[in-house]
């Protein structure tokens, strides 16, 4: 099994298995756009990797939650009407604005499947904790996580992918239950751009600690550090020398691609009860 996961900045994936290509979280404005999120603004850092005309090439959208660092209004008005739509529950409204008919909204712990002639996808929402401090939790909302399983043949691929989330006690639960080959990671240690407000809410993602955390404690497992440098509240910045002793982490530049080849089989059952 082959396929390439390609890093397009901020929390924005294209992942390829054969003629099946997904994004996640898709976002389009230009570098020096100022977003304003609720009680803070934000500035993007980072020019797009990709733009509205790429996206029509994708088969599967991926999304975790509404919030404009993860779903933009050019990339929202771009999203092609032909493709496939998982999201979390909170976004059926602004998806059906837009016409969107092709779409299924999962809960944590609930699956999606699709079957071509050589090749699998199935993607299993779980849950997220996107503020230290719970008592904040509704107003910073949530969203989901997802677990991608690749098949191809008797071979299999499990991307755990965290979404907006701290890793608590119920991710390491999913993480333990899963056994992914590869963790992508929203780290930058996220925070709301004031003072007042960060400290009512804590962090929002995680951090080098939790990527060093997650290294050590799943050694076999590949982490993958994204929605890192692209806006101005994500405060962490990475590089090769923050890592040096930890060899499972594998850190990418926006728009670089990192082609995966599986040989072995998994034998584990999927999905996983939890």
């Known amino acids: 099994m082959k396929f390439s996961i390609e890093w397009l900045g901020g929390a924005t994936l294209r992942i390829k298995l054969k003629e099946t290509t997904l994004m996640v979280d898709p976002i389009l404005s230009p570098k020096g756009k100022v977003f304003a999120f609720r009680g803070f603004d934000s500035t993007r850092t980072d020019e797009s990797k990709f733009n509205a005309e790429d996206m029509k090439e994708i088969s599967i959208f991926l999304l975790t939650h509404g919030h404009e660092d993860h779903l933009d209004k050019p ?26 008919k092709s779409r299924k909204a999962l809960r944590p712990g609930k699956s999606w499947s699709q079957d071509w002639e050589d090749h699998r996808i199935t993607v299993t929402a779980v849950p997220t904790r996107h503020c230290a401090n719970r008592a904040m939790s509704p107003l910073v909302q949530g969203g989901n996580g997802y677990i991608l399983h690749l098949w191809e043949g008797e071979l299999d691929y499990r991307i755990y992918i965290s979404g907006d989330s701290l890793m608590t006690a ?58 890192w440098g692209a806006f101005s509240h994500y405060r962490e910045q990475y590089d090769e020398m923050n890592f040096m002793r930890v060899e499972n982490v594998r850190l990418l530049e926006p728009g670089e691609i990192w082609e995966i080849e599986k040989t072995q089989r998994q034998n584990t059952q999927y999905p996983p009860e939890i």
């Open 75 to 100: 990339a929202l008005e771009s999203l092609p009407r032909d493709s496939f739509y998982i999201h979390h529950g909170s976004m059926r409204k602004i998806l059906r604005s837009r016409g969107l």
């Open 170 to 227: 119920a991710q390491l639960k999913w993480i333990d239950k899963v056994k992914p080959q590869l963790i992508i990671l929203n780290a930058g240690a996220a925070y709301p751009g004031t003072k007042k407000l960060a400290r009512m809410t804590g962090r929002l993602t995680c951090n080098k600690k939790d990527i060093q955390y997650l290294a050590e404690k799943y050694p076999n497992t590949r982490i993958l550090p994204v929605h």
